[in-house]
């Protein structure tokens, strides 16, 4: 039989012999296809050494990978490890209501393995002829499916949509990549209408990350039904490099990597910059030829620096001191420089150096970095506070 696997959540890198062991039990009598979606789950991957194993260059959603995996395989799993084990559930609900045809082929979902409540939920039919099986072979307990829930409601002749998210308390909601606000309970909503996100129940709003989603002065709306949301919190492992013995043996194993899945070709004695502006997610995605990159926010600096210094690449990082530290560990490759602004002024950095220097690309090519991080240092001006370099 041919498996298809969706690994999803940060958190099931932690613990990477029980990926493995879940992917060699799965392998004995199987063809095997074992992807992963998100970014930091990607970084993850690498850093535990399942690189191997699992594929971590498709850019989907878990419904989309879902849906490609169904074309090529008999059968498929959702591997998840949410917070509690009805977040887990929850979670499967939603994705599976998001694949286009969820009953194509059987759908099971690996819920929490590892722990004392792992489960398997058969999420449709064709799945009940196989769970008894993987429940033995995996010595997971089978669950039914939670009931359907209506995470989104549109009214007022489509021009308001409520969408409901289940979260903790803590924990930052993401809307496009982009942190909007935190949680402070369970169950929260976002609210928007005519297509700009206007208030979020059960949470605080973050307005300057509601300003970059729509764009700034651009106003450009969203359709918060089918946006992309999570929640994101930062990792518990803070050994997040622990099975490479030094950088060097790091950035060796993901050189290889660079190389052949990220290739474009840049002119000779060129080097191509990439511009990633309040969007860590999109780090890996934004990856092919690059050279070096410049981050805009506190937060992509951390996390997308921490995703380069794999590669190698370095950064410059535009910061004003408003860090949510959704990043545990941080790393950043040498010659790496992070310029550290007066308070409220990374944004606007950002809007120069898209317009002056990228014109309006979210890439480009340039003969000399040094000239190139002139320019940015003199776009500062007078809100540059201090440089630091790695």
């Not at 994101?232 to 622990?242: D, F, I, L, V, Y």
């Amino acid at each position: 039989m041919k498996i298809g696997i969706v690994v999803h959540n940060v958190q099931l890198m932690d613990s990477p012999q029980v990926i493995k062991n879940i992917l060699t039990l799965l392998s004995r009598e199987n063809l095997v296809d074992a992807c992963l979606c998100g970014t930091m789950g990607k970084v993850a991957v690498i850093d535990a050494g399942l690189d191997d194993l699992i594929e971590i260059n498709r850019f989907l959603s878990p419904s989309a990978c879902i849906e490609t995996l169904f074309r090529s395989n008999d059968l498929v799993f959702l591997l998840n490890h949410g917070r509690e084990l009805k977040t887990g559930r929850t979670f499967g609900r939603i994705v599976v209501s998001h694949v286009e045809n969820p009953e194509k082929k059987p759908l099971i979902q690996i819920e929490r393995p590892g722990c004392p409540d792992g489960e398997l939920i058969p999420w449709n039919q064709a799945a009940e002829l196989h769970v008894e099986e993987f429940s033995k072979l995996l010595n997971l307990k089978i669950s039914q499916p939670p009931l359907p829930i209506n995470t989104i409601e549109i009214t007022n002749h489509g021009r308001r949509i409520l969408r409901r998210v289940s979260a903790f308390p803590g924990a930052y909601i993401l809307v496009e990549g982009i942190i909007i606000g935190k949680a402070t309970s369970s169950e929260i909503a976002l609210i928007s209408e005519d297509g700009f996100l206007t208030s979020m129940e059960g949470g605080i709003i973050k307005e300057q990350g509601i300003d970059i989603l729509h764009k700034h002065e651009e106003r450009v709306p969203i359709d918060l039904s089918r946006s992309w949301v999570k929640t994101g919190t930062p990792r518990k492992n803070s050994e997040a490099q622990s099975f490479f013995k030094d950088e060097k043996e790091l950035v060796a194993k993901t050189a290889t990597l660079t190389k052949s899945s990220f290739t474009e070709t840049v002119p000779e004695n060129r080097v191509k910059v990439i511009l990633i502006d309040h969007c860590a997610e999109r780090s890996i995605e934004m990856i092919e030829g690059a050279d070096f990159a410049i981050t805009i926010g506190d937060d992509t600096t951390e996390i997308a620096g921490s995703i380069f210094s794999r590669f190698g690449i370095p950064i410059l990082g535009v910061t004003d001191g408003d860090c949510d530290e959704l990043a545990v560990s941080v790393t950043y490759s040498t010659g790496s420089m992070i310029l550290n602004l007066k308070s409220g002024q990374d944004d606007e950095l950002g809007r120069l150096i898209l317009q002056d220097i990228f014109s309006g690309e979210n890439s480009a090519i340039f003969e000399n970095l040094d000239n190139l991080k002139s320019k940015v240092i003199n776009l500062a001006e007078n809100s540059l506070e201090s440089i630091t370099e790695y």
